[in-house]
């Protein structure tokens, strides 16, 4: 599909990664402060990381200043105007404890993966202060206090950089992205993601993923001007091409680094294809690496839409129009079965849907003559999505949290109302938004090769209500959006198949609280999302959002009146459908324009 120029698929190093990077000028601590404005003021001066944390350290008595030792995590808040000190001092005048409690934003782990903190929650840290030899007139300075980090929004917003660790989906066909955060203290930016690549992913992400780096290895570094020679050693057999594929695409979001050498066992491993220099001098940015690349899709993917009962696609387009749309073969397209919803396989081959009413679910291959196969009935469908190994994952209304359909393990059907549903509307987009479920009284199956059926636990969302799903197309992580209290909430989880095949999507992790409500959402891409949604107070809007957990969401454009569904895919213009039955395509960040009449617009996954 070709179209205006947007944003790939990820880890392209098309700018700065420590862009906008401003030093902090620590002011120190002042003469005759008392002990809570001591504390006040090392808050503020913790945003320094020059000279291994140096202006943080002279607020400390000397001992502790040398043993002090950051073990890597991070407590987030704020800014001080919500910071409550509460000080006590000794009897004798010599020593202090300030008790610092303001609302918990969120953390970095030592791993560097960030988690916004539940609403609610208080961060709680006491130090303790002396005064310096012990005399009754001297300075206080701190004695002991916590081993975390505790750093202000804007603090972390000017110290830290999100970057993405490359891992492979479990089934090696797509590499997945881990986004850690960064001090941008170092210069040494490659050796620093190459070794944390090497340490394994996140402990959130890894057992969704695997590496191709073996356990416990040590990943040698060497930066030379726009090369990289990456060293293993003592390592047993590996997928020199996979192994690859994560060093280059970790690369690509360092823009000095051109070309990188692999060194397995002493021996340097040549990638013919890899547009190098020589073999073995690959390009990180090459296309050689984008058979896996994280983005799951082909190049010149197409973008699907229903108009009047049947199913088009379209590959080109120009600013404000589809282009070269034709009709998709196989009945589904030809509007043989009605559809309320429908999905397109990864691979463009196989289309599934929804019937009208939502009792069943039907696939068929893209081709003329091509059967249509129910493969779940009886339920109340509500929504499908396909990952990159052929699995369609599919959300059914249960009725309520007592309804157990399966064991983990089904035969294909549902035990939703047999009754026959009244007629609905040629276009479901016309509907209003629906009610969202009871809590717990959703089920989600995962139809391995679209075939086997299998029960998905998502028991972490046991109190929630969950208003949609969709798994991302690399298969390891899943969005959803989830509703208490009237309130929706955006999440991602991680999917965890265990060694008896039992699939279970878990630890959801928030992301874009700030947006009061979610109607819609879309993986744009294998680290950022396509959120329909407003803001405290605004409108209905489209808005891009990271994985990254600390990003916050940005505009894709101008709110457009009626929006209801919205799709991305990685290097695509974003495609959304009106309640009214057109089409509407982003053309740049600012606006967006009326395509084609149709509904349900969306790309493959």
Not at 73 to 84: A, E, G, I, P, Q
Not at 269 to 295: E, H, I, K, L, Q
Not at 388 to 400: A, F, R, S
Not at 546 to 575: E, W
Request: hydrophobic share 35%; aromatic share 6%.
């Amino acid at each position: 599909m070709t179209g205006p120029v947007v944003p790939g698929e990820g880890g392209d190093g098309s700018a700065d990664p420590y862009g906008g990077y401003v030093r902090l000028l620590p002011a120190g601590p002042q003469a005759g402060m008392n002990p809570d404005g001591l504390v006040g003021s090392f808050l503020k001066d913790m945003g320094s990381f020059e000279e291994d944390h140096g202006a943080a350290r002279i607020y400390m008595l000397p001992d502790t200043g040398r043993e002090w030792s950051p073990d890597g995590s991070v407590k987030v808040f704020t800014d001080l105007d919500t910071v409550d000190l509460e000080t006590e001092v000794s009897e004798d005048g010599l020593t202090a404890t300030v008790r610092m409690r303001t609302p918990l934003v969120a953390t970095i782990d030592e791993d560097g993966k960030y988690r916004p903190g539940t609403p609610g929650t208080l961060m709680d840290e006491t130090f303790t202060l002396a005064r310096e030899d012990g005399d009754p007139e001297g300075e206080w300075r701190i004695q002991s206090l916590p081993d975390d980090l505790i750093l202000s929004q804007l603090d972390v917003e000017r110290t830290h950089r999100p970057f993405n660790l490359y891992y492979f989906n479990p089934e090696g066909t797509s590499l997945v992205p881990d986004p850690i955060y960064l001090p941008v203290s170092t210069d040494r930016l490659a050796e620093r993601l190459l070794a944390r690549l090497g340490e394994g992913p996140t402990s959130w992400l890894g057992p969704a993923v695997r590496s191709e780096f073996p356990e416990d290895s040590r990943v040698g570094v060497t930066v030379d001007a726009e090369s990289v020679v990456v060293e293993l050693d003592r390592v047993g057999d590996i997928d020199e091409f996979r192994l690859g594929a994560q060093i280059a695409w970790t690369l690509r979001q360092i823009p000095d680094v051109q070309e990188f050498t692999l060194v397995v066992n002493g021996e340097e491993v040549a990638f013919a294809a890899a547009d190098g220099d020589s073999a073995d001098r690959p390009r990180p940015a090459s296309t050689f690496w984008n058979g896996v690349g994280p983005g799951a899709l082909r190049s010149g993917v197409r973008a699907y839409y229903s108009h009047e009962g049947q199913l088009w696609s379209a590959s080109e387009w120009d600013t404000d129009v589809f282009g070269d749309a034709e009709r998709v073969p196989g009945p589904l397209g030809a509007g043989d079965v009605l559809l309320e919803r429908f999905a397109v396989s990864i691979d463009e081959s196989t289309v599934a849907g929804i019937t009208m009413g939502g009792e069943t679910v039907v696939t068929s291959a893209s081709a003329p003559g091509a059967a249509v196969e129910e493969v779940l009935d009886k339920g109340a469908f509500t929504e499908l999505s396909w990952d990159i190994d052929g699995n369609l994952w599919v959300v059914e209304e249960t009725g309520g949290p007592e309804d157990d359909p399966g064991d983990g393990e089904g035969d294909g059907s549902g035990n939703g109302s047999e009754e026959e549903p009244s007629d609905p509307p040629a276009d479901p987009e016309t509907l209003a938004d629906p009610a969202p479920p009871e809590p717990g009284a959703s089920a989600v199956w995962v139809l391995r090769d679209a075939q086997e059926v299998v029960r998905v636990d998502v028991g972490d969302l046991r109190d929630e209500s969950l208003v949609h799903f969709r798994v991302s197309r690399d298969g390891a992580r899943a969005a959803v959006v989830t509703e208490v209290d009237g309130r929706r909430s955006l999440k991602v989880g991680r999917v965890v198949t265990d060694e008896d095949g039992r699939v279970s999507v878990e630890d959801f992790v928030p992301l874009a609280g700030e947006l009061e409500e979610v109607t819609e959402i879309s993986w744009r891409s294998a680290d950022q999302l396509a959120v329909l949604g407003r803001r405290e107070a605004g409108t209905d809007q489209v808005f891009l959002v990271a994985l990254d957990g600390g990003t916050p969401p940005s505009s894709a454009g101008n709110s457009v009146t009626g929006l209801v569904t919205i799709s991305g895919a990685p290097g695509q213009p974003l495609v959304a459908g009106t309640d009214d039955g057109n089409i509407w395509i982003s053309n740049d960040r600012l606006n967006w324009q009326t395509a084609v009449e149709g509904s349900s617009p969306t790309f493959p996954g």
